[in-house]
């Protein structure tokens, strides 16, 4: 996770990560992926969006995207990596209709 801190703090693009799920809430066990909340400046998703694959930074066995949101600045880059481990990144700007609030469960944890 570290690693992957890193590689979102170098980019201008991206505002912050939030990571969520069970990594986030405590109950991860050895078959848990890894769920990332990843908000972009507003003007700059197509940028960010385009250098998804910079985050990869124990490289990638596969990766795979689903796009069907890309009108209204959503995303999800998925990719499996060297060490078996799947890393789900959602991209989305903020607007007033995509905020970062909670719906129940744990708190999400900002990437460090």
Do not use: C, K, Y
Not at 21 to 46: E, I, M, Q
Not at 69 to 89: K, N, P, Y
């Amino acid at each position: 996770m570290a690693a992957i801190a890193r590689r979102l703090d170098a980019n201008p693009d991206l505002q912050g990560a939030l990571l969520v799920g069970s990594l986030a809430s405590g109950n991860a066990d050895a078959a848990s992926d890894v769920d990332l909340l990843v908000r972009t400046r507003a003007g700059a998703f197509s940028a960010a969006w385009h250098a998804r694959s910079d985050l990869h930074a124990t490289g990638a066995v596969i990766s795979w995207d689903e796009e069907s949101h890309l009108e209204r600045e959503i995303a999800t880059h998925r990719w499996v990596t060297d060490d078996l481990l799947l890393i789900e990144a959602l991209f989305a700007v903020r607007t007033a209709a995509f905020g970062w609030r909670r719906h129940g469960g744990s708190s999400p944890a900002p990437v460090t």
